[in-house]
């Protein structure tokens, strides 16, 4: 049963996963695609260095689910 900081945190990552896919969105109609992969990945790797230190089991499952991460940023 998830504790209630670990649902206050998993609600702060659906967020800012999903200003990430907006700035992406946004963003990457005045610049190069290669740059905003790059610039998106970047954010990407700091957000999960962030967990890391706040939550290990869930920068853990995050980690997991990598491909979701990977989608995310560079879709086919």
């Known amino acids: 049963m998830p504790t209630q900081s670990t649902k206050k945190l998993k609600s702060a990552i659906e967020k800012n996963l999903a200003n990430l ?14 740059l905003c992969s790059v610039i998106t990945f970047i954010t990407l790797i700091n957000l999960t260095a962030y967990l890391a230190t706040v939550n290990d089991n869930i920068s853990i499952s995050l980690l997991k689910s990598k491909e979701l991460f990977l989608e995310l940023i560079f879709p086919e």
């Open 21 to 34: 896919n907006l700035f992406k969105n946004i963003f990457c109609l005045r610049i190069s695609q290669n």
